[in-house]
Nanobody, 112 residues
Framework: QVQLVESGGGLVQPGGSLRLSCLASGFTFSMYAANWYRQAPGKERELVARIGSAGGSTNYADSVKGRFTISRDNARNMVYLQMNNLKPEDTAVYYC?????WGQGTQVIVSS
Protein backbone atom coordinates (compact mmCIF):
# COMPACT_ATOMS: atom_id res chain seq x y z
CA GLN A 1 0.00 0.00 0.00
CA VAL A 2 1.00 3.65 -0.30
CA GLN A 3 3.28 4.86 2.48
CA LEU A 4 5.20 8.04 3.17
CA VAL A 5 7.41 7.87 6.23
CA GLU A 6 9.17 10.97 7.52
CA SER A 7 12.16 10.95 9.82
CA GLY A 8 14.89 13.25 11.07
CA GLY A 9 12.97 15.59 13.33
CA GLY A 10 14.06 16.48 16.83
CA LEU A 11 15.09 19.20 19.23
CA VAL A 12 17.70 21.66 18.02
CA GLN A 13 19.02 24.99 19.25
CA PRO A 14 18.43 28.19 17.28
CA GLY A 15 20.98 28.43 14.49
CA GLY A 16 21.27 24.68 14.24
CA SER A 17 20.50 22.31 11.39
CA LEU A 18 18.38 19.26 10.74
CA ARG A 19 17.83 17.08 7.72
CA LEU A 20 14.40 15.59 7.26
CA SER A 21 13.85 12.51 5.10
CA CYS A 22 10.74 11.05 3.54
CA LEU A 23 10.70 7.49 2.22
CA ALA A 24 7.92 6.66 -0.23
CA SER A 25 6.57 3.29 -1.27
CA GLY A 26 3.56 1.77 -2.99
CA PHE A 27 3.37 4.08 -5.98
CA THR A 28 5.48 5.43 -8.84
CA PHE A 29 7.45 8.01 -6.89
CA SER A 30 9.21 9.63 -9.85
CA MET A 31 5.92 10.69 -11.47
CA TYR A 32 5.03 13.25 -8.83
CA ALA A 33 6.23 16.54 -7.50
CA ALA A 34 7.11 16.32 -3.82
CA ASN A 35 6.25 18.78 -1.09
CA TRP A 36 7.16 19.52 2.49
CA TYR A 37 4.50 21.16 4.63
CA ARG A 38 4.54 22.16 8.26
CA GLN A 39 1.96 22.87 10.91
CA ALA A 40 2.74 24.81 14.04
CA PRO A 41 0.50 24.64 17.12
CA GLY A 42 -2.63 26.71 16.59
CA LYS A 43 -1.77 27.48 12.99
CA GLU A 44 -2.84 26.19 9.61
CA ARG A 45 -0.68 23.78 7.66
CA GLU A 46 1.56 25.64 5.23
CA LEU A 47 3.63 24.68 2.22
CA VAL A 48 7.33 25.01 2.96
CA ALA A 49 9.03 23.67 -0.16
CA ARG A 50 8.24 21.91 -3.40
CA ILE A 51 10.36 20.03 -5.93
CA GLY A 52 9.41 18.87 -9.39
CA SER A 53 9.17 15.21 -10.32
CA ALA A 54 12.62 15.18 -11.92
CA GLY A 55 14.12 17.45 -9.29
CA GLY A 56 14.83 20.27 -11.70
CA SER A 57 12.57 22.93 -10.21
CA THR A 58 12.14 24.01 -6.63
CA ASN A 59 10.01 26.55 -4.81
CA TYR A 60 10.14 27.79 -1.24
CA ALA A 61 8.03 29.75 1.17
CA ASP A 62 9.49 33.20 1.72
CA SER A 63 10.04 32.42 5.38
CA VAL A 64 12.54 29.64 4.59
CA LYS A 65 14.26 30.87 1.43
CA GLY A 66 18.02 30.77 1.76
CA ARG A 67 17.85 28.49 4.79
CA PHE A 68 16.04 25.33 3.60
CA THR A 69 16.86 23.13 0.63
CA ILE A 70 14.59 20.46 -0.79
CA SER A 71 16.02 17.59 -2.82
CA ARG A 72 15.05 14.13 -3.98
CA ASP A 73 16.57 10.84 -5.02
CA ASN A 74 14.22 9.06 -7.41
CA ALA A 75 16.36 5.92 -7.39
CA ARG A 76 15.76 5.58 -3.64
CA ASN A 77 12.21 7.02 -3.50
CA MET A 78 13.44 9.64 -1.04
CA VAL A 79 12.72 13.32 -0.51
CA TYR A 80 14.87 15.45 1.78
CA LEU A 81 14.61 18.81 3.48
CA GLN A 82 17.87 20.28 4.67
CA MET A 83 17.12 22.96 7.24
CA ASN A 84 19.87 25.36 8.28
CA ASN A 85 19.95 28.37 10.58
CA LEU A 86 16.82 27.16 12.30
CA LYS A 87 14.69 29.64 14.20
CA PRO A 88 12.14 29.13 16.99
CA GLU A 89 9.38 29.98 14.52
CA ASP A 90 10.36 26.90 12.50
CA THR A 91 8.98 24.74 15.30
CA ALA A 92 6.24 22.58 13.82
CA VAL A 93 5.29 19.12 12.67
CA TYR A 94 6.71 18.63 9.19
CA TYR A 95 4.87 16.53 6.62
CA CYS A 96 5.84 15.06 3.30
CA UNK A 97 3.21 15.01 0.52
CA UNK A 98 3.14 13.58 -2.99
CA UNK A 99 -0.09 13.81 -4.98
CA UNK A 100 -2.80 13.08 -2.38
CA UNK A 101 -0.53 11.01 -0.16
CA TRP A 102 0.64 12.32 3.20
CA GLY A 103 3.09 11.06 5.75
CA GLN A 104 2.46 10.97 9.49
CA GLY A 105 4.76 13.90 10.19
CA THR A 106 7.94 14.45 12.15
CA GLN A 107 8.25 16.97 14.97
CA VAL A 108 10.83 19.74 14.83
CA ILE A 109 11.42 21.85 17.93
CA VAL A 110 13.79 24.79 17.83
CA SER A 111 14.54 26.00 21.31
CA SER A 112 17.42 26.94 23.55
Amino acid sequence: QVQLVESGGGLVQPGGSLRLSCLASGFTFSMYAANWYRQAPGKERELVARIGSAGGSTNYADSVKGRFTISRDNARNMVYLQMNNLKPEDTAVYYCRLFNFWGQGTQVIVSS
